[in-house]
């Protein structure tokens, strides 16, 4: 992951995938699914730089929300499991938002409005963003 971020340098992280008890999951070269744990993830993002925005589409992924805020501006997480098509929903209408000039607060704002519009508001509800 490292080398990914050092070589593409983005202003946001976004990590779709699965999670839990702490930890975002990631694929190792042998295709095996490895833990990231929240302190992992916050030095990489910190010893990275220039890292604007996280996004943790993942389940239970607020422990990662929070300790990675302190090195961005905005990090989004979900302090639930979430279903596989808001979180779809959620990143389609999130970019939409930003491609069309909107700030990450407002693109969050859409997001969850749009996954509320479609899926409810207890979907919705599990979406947060820490600035």
Known sequence: MTDHLLNAKPQIVH???HGGAGAIFLENEAGEAVPLSADGLAGI???VGN???VILNACNSADLSSATKQY???????????ADDAAITFTRSFYRSLA???DYRQSFKLAVADVNAQYGAIEAKKYKILF
């Not at 961005?72 to 979430?82: A, L, P, R, Y």
């Open 100 to 102: 069309h000039g909107r």
């Open 45 to 47: 993002v910190d010893a």
């Open 72 to 82: 961005v501006k905005i990090v989004i997480g979900c302090d639930d499991t979430i």
């Open 15 to 17: 990590f779709s995938g």
């Open 51 to 53: 890292i604007e925005c």
